[in-house]
């Protein structure tokens, strides 16, 4: 919806604004398109006239530059000079030489060189573009310049512009023609007519017969010789240059060489090109390849109509304070009869239902104000009923919330998108996870249900399609009971959910406990069964293959079998051992033990088995001291294990294993860390489980790890594995001192 752009201000300022805005913009626009029209009108007869000029003058240069060409060739072809020139090139005697040149000076001086009085001095030179005679007593500084131009030229060269020398003060350029000999067959050289410039301008200015006007919108001219140089002519000797003859033209009248700017050549610039507050045309002379350019200021130009618009700006202005004079009064009383409904909305939406508006006339606006006391009156009675019910409902949810907060079990109601709306204080630590779809929300037991993609449980629960259902999941570290019931609502109407959370954490425990109990205790009467039933047999198997070894040769090839059924016999003893320690939780034979006894005999025991894998046992003397109140026999062979579990793990590979034992308070914990290939992260979590092993079948029982945790635990500590990655895993076993142990040394 269009919204008012005037909407912050008040209504009998925004019609006065609308009509006031209404005459600046027809009056502003108008004049601007008027004052636009005129100035382009203008502009183009001002180019029109630019162009004409600019033509005129470059014409003009143009004839005056061909009939000085034209005279310097008409000096060149005199057969006097032809032949003074050739015989001062002669081989002939030095004394002619020198008399050839003097004639031919004297001859430029006095028969040529008056008669064009653009002419500053004439220059013969030789073929080698040296001078050969100047009609001055010296030459012209540039006349090398000159020459190196000229050289290749086949017919007239013109020069650029020509600086000032210590000799003239005034800008000059030079024409060069080629001077043959009588025959014409060879070219003696060239003859250098040197051009005072004021002259020749004097001379082009008189022929055009332009009338110009004076002052600021006057034309100025100038001329670009195309090297980068310009020649600018005042615009006051344009509506009347001297003669070419004065004294005046003869010195340049005061005309100086600029550098012309970089991109202002002719082939550069487009014509009637206003820049820069200018309007220029250009137009290249034919003869010398030189540009004439006029430009005129376009502000003095387009000065009798760039008052146009300002003037009707300011009409405008005074019709727009016409207009808000005129619309104050009836503006004041259509106004405030809506500045009284204004403020009485307000007092309604304060709360002052008793707000009334005085209708003042009988039109739309006093039927306004009676159709807004209406209203208040009927939101006056709403509102007191309203009031009654909301006391009634906020009593209601009051006891709803306090029997809510009072619940023990956690309580979470979802609205369709999974959002809560309502939760207490017991429900917070699942609100937190189910809030990130966390993955630490996970089925306790077994869960056939098809899981959320990236949510697991956490999704699952929170899914408004999936069916009422009652689950047990792990939420972080506790175990959760929830019961999901979906939300009453119509047929098509998305519903939403309730959750009940029971934290039963304990309760689990106890019941894996007794299961844990049930099976050991199970496990123990098999385990005497199997112990009574097979050691008489293994005994028996054991005693008759060592009488049949000893009465072997000792070169008999049968012992290699003897001593395999020797070996694997001491293995089925030693699983039945195993076995029966774990299911009877025999009570340590309490003494006193020195821990660090015991690492070193482990380490001395297991060194040749260690060696033959190329695996390295070290022991760390941290610990100094210390003593248990334990079983030997029983801590020893949790360190056995953990040892030889490490050696079989590096396998042929070697590496090293450390046993680093230290104090800490009453206890004294010691590290087995190996360089093995480390534990995956499956088996990491079902490594302490009684009957998982990751050795090949046959190689171990899977009963040494939680034999060596239980010895552990009835030492007063325990066993965890605290590290794995490839190349460094560490088991760490904690077990309580009979005395409070020394800080290490």
């Known amino acids: 919806m269009l919204r008012d752009p005037l909407h912050w201000l008040d209504v009998k300022y925004k019609l006065a604004l609308t009509f006031i805005g209404v005459c600046l913009l027809a009056f502003g626009v108008g004049g601007y398109l008027v004052s636009t029209s005129a100035s382009r009108a203008l ?54 030489v020198a008399g050839a040149r003097d004639v031919l000076r004297r001859h430029l001086r006095e028969n040529k060189l008056p008669l064009v009085p653009a002419f500053l001095d004439l220059t013969v030179t030789g073929p080698d573009g040296r001078e050969l005679v100047s009609v001055r007593a010296a030459a012209s500084p540039h006349l090398a310049a000159v020459a190196a131009g000229a050289g290749a030229a086949e017919g007239p060269w013109h020069s650029g512009m020509l600086a000032p020398t210590a000799a003239d003060d005034f800008p000059v350029q030079a024409i060069s023609v080629p001077l043959r000999s009588l025959d014409g067959m060879r070219r003696l050289g060239r003859l250098v007519a040197w051009v005072r410039t004021g002259s020749w301008v004097a001379s082009s200015l008189a022929g055009t017969g332009v009338p110009q006007r004076g002052g600021d919108d006057a034309v100025a001219l100038s001329l670009d010789d195309g090297n980068g140089h310009a020649l600018t002519i005042p615009p006051a000797l344009l509506a009347g240059a001297p003669a070419a003859e004065s004294e005046l033209a003869r010195t340049g009248f005061g005309l100086r060489i600029v550098d012309a700017k970089a991109g202002d050549r002719a082939a550069d610039v487009a014509r009637f090109t206003p820049r820069g507050g200018v309007i220029e045309d250009a137009r290249p002379l034919d003869s010398n390849g030189w540009t004439a350019r006029v430009k005129l200021t376009s502000t003095a130009a387009l000065e009798p109509v760039s008052g146009l618009q300002s003037r ?81 409902l906020a009593s209601q949810r009051d006891r709803l919330d306090a029997v809510i907060a009072s619940m023990r079990d956690g309580l979470v109601v979802l609205d369709p998108d999974g959002n809560p709306v309502l939760t207490n204080a017991a429900a917070r630590p699942l609100l937190d996870l189910l809030a990130a779809r966390d993955r630490r929300i996970t089925s306790h037991y077994a869960c056939g249900e098809p899981k959320t993609a990236g949510a697991g449980c956490a999704g699952c629960l929170v899914d408004a399609v999936r069916p009422a259902r009652s689950c047990i999941v792990d939420v972080g570290d506790r175990v959760h009971e929830i019961h999901v019931t979906r939300l009453p609502g119509g047929d098509g109407v998305r519903r939403g959910r309730v959750l009940v959370s029971r934290d039963i954490t304990d309760r689990v425990a106890q019941d894996e406990r007794q299961i844990h109990h049930e099976r050991v205790s199970v496990l123990g009467e098999v385990a005497a069964v199997m112990a009574h039933e097979l050691n008489n047999p293994l005994a028996a198997i054991s005693m008759f293959a060592q009488m049949v070894e000893s009465g072997l040769a000792a070169d008999s090839p049968y012992k290699e079998h003897l001593t395999v059924i020797r070996r694997n016999t001491e293995q089925c003893k030693r699983a039945i051992r195993e076995l029966l320690d774990y299911a009877t939780g025999a009570p340590p034979e309490v003494a006193e033990v020195e821990v660090q006894a015991v690492l070193d005999d482990v380490g001395r025991f297991l060194r040749p088995l260690a060696e033959r894998s190329g695996v390295e046992i070290r022991c760390d003397h941290g610990a100094g001291a210390a003593t248990l109140a334990g079983d030997e026999i029983q801590v020893r062979q949790i360190f056995v294990n953990l040892v030889l579990n490490a050696v079989q793990a590096m396998g042929k590979a070697g590496g090293r294993v450390t046993l680093a034992a230290r104090a800490e308070a009453d206890h004294v ?42 010895i552990a635990e009835l030492h007063g500590g325990g066993l965890e594995l605290v590290e794995s990655a490839p190349g460094r895993t560490v088991f760490r076993v904690r077990l309580r001192c009979a005395a409070p142990a020394p800080a290490g040394t």
């Open 43 to 96: 502009e183009d007869e001002i180019l029109l006239r630019l162009s004409y000029q600019c033509r005129t003058y470059a014409d003009s240069f143009d004839a005056n530059l061909h009939l000085l060409t034209s005279r310097t060739e008409d000096f060149a072809s005199d057969g006097f000079i032809r032949q003074s020139a050739e015989t001062a090139l002669g081989g002939v005697a030095p004394e002619a």
């Open 312 to 392: 009707f700006l300011l009409v405008g202005v005074a019709l727009a304070v016409a207009i808000g004079v005129i619309l104050y009064f009836p503006m004041r009383f259509v106004a405030r009869p809506l500045v009284d409904l204004r403020d009485a909305a307000r007092r309604v939406k304060d709360g002052d239902f008793g707000a009334r508006v005085e209708p003042r006339s009988e039109d739309e606006i006093g039927e306004l104000a009676r159709s807004f006391n209406h209203m208040a009156e009927a939101v006056e009675v709403r509102t007191r009923r309203l009031e009654v019910a909301a006391l009634e």
């Open 669 to 710: 914990v010691v590290d087995v860390t190996d360089t093995g290939p480390g534990v995956c992260e499956e088996a990491r979590r079902r490594i302490f489980e009684p009957f998982f092993t990751t050795k090949r079948r046959g190689a171990g029982t899977g009963l040494g790890l939680p034999t060596a945790r239980r």
